[in-house]
């Protein structure tokens, strides 16, 4: 069975990679989704993935600091977070490069576009840290401007949710999900997908987003192979 999208990157938020203790790093969940991308990559999916920091530290909570400040110490807690992914996807049997967009050159690449692409078209998971590098972007404004950057296929969001609905289902027994959206209704509607600047820059480059439930890590396998899951977000 070919998978249906060719490249992929994959957003994966900080708190995904702490499990049920909301903080630090969860390494038998973690091994799940690693275990999900080598699939992936066995397919012949070429795989970006960014991460978030919400585990180790959240710049809204910092109180009174400086929000630049607080941005770049969220940078460096993603550089952590790639860091463990790419130690677990190693441990699962996958090639792994990690770029920062901060410039660490003991521990990481700098990101360079040009060798992330070489990197995806030789079969290595290239895991890209730091957000974009400046402050006051979101890391799902990194993860749609590495998308475009790589001409991706598609974005995957794997939320906590299967999908997204017009009100959180957490709190809504009455909440409908979508199966389809776009991304005009997004804005309009005003839903919690992710950010506006995230949204108009993949809607800008035509890059669908999957929003998908990370509970089951196979989520992500059945994501490329382009089995109906979660919710996709399209342009109108």
Known sequence: ??????????????EALAGENKIGLDFPTMKGYG??????????????????????????????????????????????????VADV??????EVRVQTAISMREVAEPYIR???????????????????GNPFFSTDTAAALRAAEIEADVMLKATMVDGVYDKDPHKYSDAVKYDKLTYGEILSKGLAVMDASAASLCGDNNIPILVFDLAQPDNIYKACMGENIGTIVVND
Not at 1 to 14: A, T
Not at 38 to 65: E, L, P, Y
Request: charged fraction near 25%; hydrophobic fraction near 40%.
């Open 114 to 132: 040009n060798r992330a692409i070489r990197h995806l078209e030789k079969g290595r998971v290239v895991i890209f840290g730091c957000g974009t």
């Open 35 to 84: 275990e999900a991308v080598k699939k992936c990559v066995d397919a012949g999916v070429q795989v970006g993935i960014v991460v978030g920091g919400g585990n180790f530290w959240r710049g809204r909570s910092s109180g009174a600091m400086d929000r630049t400040r607080a941005d770049h110490i969220g940078m460096l807690a993603t550089a952590m977070n790639a860091l463990a």
């Open 89 to 94: 996807l190693e441990d699962c049997g996958c």
């Open 1 to 14: 069975m070919e998978p249906k999208y060719k490249r992929i990157l994959l957003k994966l938020s900080g």
